[in-house]
């Protein structure tokens, strides 16, 4: 995967999606033969063979839909990376913020506390008629 983090649109690249695709593909067709070969059959010992498969075919599709949305998870994670300057703990000098402060990022619309988890690191503190004044709104998340 040698996509760029900057100008890629989807956190997938798209063998995530094949992959998944398959993976579901292959458990819900596992799901339908097991569901037509059990159905003509009356005695709960011959059902359970094709229950089994059903439970496999059912697990192979889980497994498919948790590794592509862990997969979207970990790309929107390097790009908040990316963006915020990265996690608190690997800021250097990093010193914990007034949430009194409020901050915002050049070219941002939204402004928020410097507590927020959506603030950057290296973003302005001004008040909020300035913040207001450059046009920026109050962050949804931490309401300033």
């Given at each position: 995967?040698?996509?760029?983090?900057?100008?890629?649109?989807?956190?997938?690249?798209?063998q995530?999606?094949?992959?998944?695709?398959?993976?579901?593909?292959s458990?819900a067709?596992?799901?339908?033969?097991?569901?037509?070969a059990?159905?003509?059959?009356a005695?709960?010992a011959?059902?359970t063979?094709?229950?089994?498969?059903?439970?496999?075919?059912?697990?192979?599709?889980?497994?498919?839909?948790?590794?592509?949305?862990?997969?979207?998870?970990?790309?929107?994670?390097?790009r908040?990376?990316l963006?915020?300057?990265?996690?608190?703990?690997?800021?250097?000098?990093w010193?914990?913020?007034?949430?009194?402060?409020?901050?915002?990022?050049?070219?941002?619309?939204?402004?928020h506390?410097?507590?927020?988890?959506?603030?950057?690191?290296?973003?302005?503190?001004?008040?909020?008629?300035?913040?207001?004044?450059?046009?920026?709104?109050?962050?949804?998340?931490?309401?300033?």
């Amino acid at each position: 995967m040698s996509r760029s983090l900057d100008t890629a649109r989807s956190p997938w690249a798209t063998q995530d999606g094949l992959r998944a695709g398959v993976l579901v593909g292959s458990g819900a067709a596992a799901c339908l033969v097991a569901w037509a070969a059990a159905s003509g059959r009356a005695a709960v010992a011959d059902q359970t063979g094709f229950v089994s498969l059903g439970v496999a075919g059912f697990l192979v599709a889980f497994a498919g839909e948790v590794s592509w949305v862990l997969r979207g998870r970990r790309a929107v994670g390097r790009r908040a990376v990316l963006l915020l300057g990265g996690p608190p703990q690997a800021r250097s000098g990093w010193a914990a913020p007034r949430a009194d402060e409020l901050v915002a990022g050049a070219g941002l619309r939204l402004y928020h506390r410097a507590d927020c988890r959506l603030a950057g690191s290296a973003w302005a503190a001004d008040g909020r008629a300035g913040h207001e004044a450059a046009g920026r709104r109050p962050c949804g998340v931490c309401r300033p």
